[in-house]
């Protein structure tokens, strides 16, 4: 069974500069990437004081349900709740969504932060789904990620097909060896560059051999995302158990720059 996914923070349906509103322009860029299941993070669920000044341009309803259509099933996961509204991350799907759940993963008040997790009904095969967006400062990420490897685990069955995906603000890539090891996942561009050939599976090899001698395994290098524009840090990943991939790819330029500050990453993926 093959499944196309991105993973895409949206800003909260505003342009980077001048916080103009874009969430149409999303909505017709979602349709572009074919996506069965997207990964959204800063989803919009409502916000007053825009639904009032830019009525016009402003869905009444939810940014989830307008973004999902009569396409996809949506979950969302409220993080951050102000007087005039709340955002945080969504999951839009073209398989039914058999259960949902979010669980506050905030370091501190000044940062609102959560994970989705959600139980797709494929079918070959129930699919568990996190969408996650961790905070700006390391030591909150790395509790975090703890977080939510302890969700993992306690959420889905060992062997059971999964999908992580959403913004880690993690430029300095400390944490995708820590997932890999404690959950068995692959970075889905460390994933792609070795599905086909040799090199992946001595790179798993030598990565078994280091940790048995107390070093790390090889580097992962997840795609370059932040800013869209001009994409330098490496800010958005996907992580994958029970599938190979078939494709992925950044998706960057001046367009994509004019709906958010980040670029999506879309793929298409085969279950194992």
Same mark, same amino acid.
């Given at each position: 069974?093959?499944?196309?996914?991105?993973?895409?923070?949206?800003h909260?349906?505003?342009?980077? %500069?001048?916080?103009?509103?874009?969430?149409?322009?999303?909505?017709?860029?979602?349709?572009?990437?074919?996506?069965?299941v %997207?990964?959204?993070?800063?989803?919009?669920?409502?916000?007053?004081?825009?639904?009032?000044?830019?009525?016009?341009?402003?869905p009444e309803?939810?940014?989830?349900?307008?973004l999902?259509?009569?396409?996809?099933?949506?979950?969302?996961?409220?993080?951050?709740?102000?007087?005039?509204?709340?955002?945080?991350?969504?999951?839009?799907?073209? %398989?039914?969504?058999?259960?949902?759940?979010?669980?506050?993963?905030?370091?501190h008040?000044?940062?609102?932060?959560?994970?989705?997790?959600?139980?797709?009904k494929?079918p070959?095969?129930?699919?568990?789904?996190?969408?996650?967006?961790?905070?700006?400062?390391?030591?909150?990420?790395?509790?975090?990620?703890?977080?939510?490897?302890?969700?993992?685990?306690?959420?889905?069955?060992?062997?059971?097909?999964? *999908? *992580?995906?959403?913004? %880690?603000?993690?430029?300095?890539?400390?944490?995708?060896?820590?997932?890999?090891?404690?959950?068995d996942?692959a970075? *889905?561009?460390?994933?792609?560059?070795?599905?086909?050939?040799?090199?992946?599976?001595?790179?798993?090899?030598?990565?078994?051999?280091?940790?048995?001698?107390?070093?790390?395994?090889?580097?992962?290098?997840?795609?370059?995302?932040f800013?869209a524009?001009?994409?330098?840090?490496?800010?958005?990943?996907?992580?994958l158990?029970?599938?190979?991939?078939?494709?992925?790819?950044?998706?960057?330029?001046?367009?994509?720059?004019?709906?958010?500050?980040?670029?999506?990453?879309?793929?298409?993926?085969?279950?194992?």
């Amino acid at each position: 069974m093959k499944i196309r996914i991105a993973t895409y923070n949206i800003h909260k349906g505003v342009s980077s %500069f001048g916080s103009r509103p874009r969430v149409h322009a999303l909505k017709q860029a979602l349709a572009q990437m074919e996506a069965d299941v %997207f990964f959204l993070q800063e989803v919009q669920g409502r916000h007053d004081l825009m639904a009032a000044r830019h009525a016009a341009h402003w869905p009444e309803q939810s940014q989830q349900d307008f973004l999902a259509g009569d396409s996809h099933h949506a979950a969302y996961g409220m993080n951050a709740v102000y007087d005039h509204g709340h955002h945080g991350n969504a999951l839009l799907s073209r %398989f039914a969504i058999a259960s949902q759940t979010n669980q506050d993963v905030s370091d501190h008040s000044y940062e609102a932060r959560g994970i989705l997790h959600c139980v797709l009904k494929t079918p070959e095969a129930d699919v568990h789904c996190y969408v996650v967006h961790l905070g700006l400062f390391g030591g909150g990420r790395r509790r975090q990620t703890a977080a939510l490897i302890e969700a993992v685990r306690s959420s889905s069955p060992p062997e059971a097909p999964l *999908i *992580i995906a959403g913004d %880690f603000n993690d430029w300095g890539n400390r944490l995708s060896e820590l997932l890999r090891m404690r959950l068995d996942v692959a970075e *889905i561009f460390d994933e792609r560059i070795g599905a086909h050939g040799l090199g992946y599976y001595l790179r798993k090899l030598m990565g078994r051999e280091q940790l048995l001698k107390g070093a790390s395994s090889p580097k992962i290098k997840p795609a370059r995302t932040f800013p869209a524009a001009l994409p330098w840090l490496r800010l958005d990943r996907i992580y994958l158990r029970g599938f190979t991939v078939d494709s992925a790819e950044v998706l960057h330029g001046p367009a994509w720059a004019k709906l958010s500050d980040h670029a999506p990453i879309v793929a298409t993926l085969q279950l194992k």
